[in-house]
């Protein structure tokens, strides 16, 4: 029986960025499941939680940064690693917020996966399977 892939929530406005997100990751071997607000993740990842979380700073109920902030804060999901990707330059304050990692667009294939399987493997080596890790 093959392992379940790592699931991971991405958080993005624009509808070409999140299909080249899902493209990459999914070849890469990740599942991915999308959400246009901070709120609706926020929601998900108390019933659902994932390996990892992807969000875009600008993005509706609860921003990016913010998202961060309260995911860090609450005890039941504090250990999901969070990249924050944006068009703006916020490492500095993505990092304060509680963010693992900080890409800024445009979106480059080889550092966006390297940066999720980094993460995912920082949080918990055991979690990637030899295919997701070394691909």
């Known amino acids: 029986m093959l392992p379940i892939p790592p699931l991971i929530f991405i958080a993005e406005r624009d509808d070409v960025v999140r299909e080249l997100q899902r493209y990459f990751l999914e070849k890469a071997g990740f599942l991915t499941e999308f959400f246009s607000d901070g709120e609706t993740v926020l929601e998900k990842c108390r019933t659902n939680p994932p390996k990892l979380i992807i969000t875009e700073i600008l993005i509706p109920k609860i921003d990016g940064l913010a998202l961060c902030r309260r ?24 990092a304060e917020a509680g963010a693992k990692a900080f890409l800024r667009k445009p979106l480059v294939e080889s550092t966006f996966i390297a940066t999720i399987r980094a993460s995912i ?11 997701w890790a070394s691909q």
């Not at 999901?77 to 703006?88: C, E, G, K, R």
């Open 71 to 94: 995911l860090k804060a609450d005890t039941a999901t504090q250990d999901i690693p969070i990249v924050v990707f944006s068009i703006l330059n916020a490492g500095a304050r993505a």
């Open 121 to 131: 493997a920082a949080q918990s080596p055991d979690i990637l399977e030899p295919q």
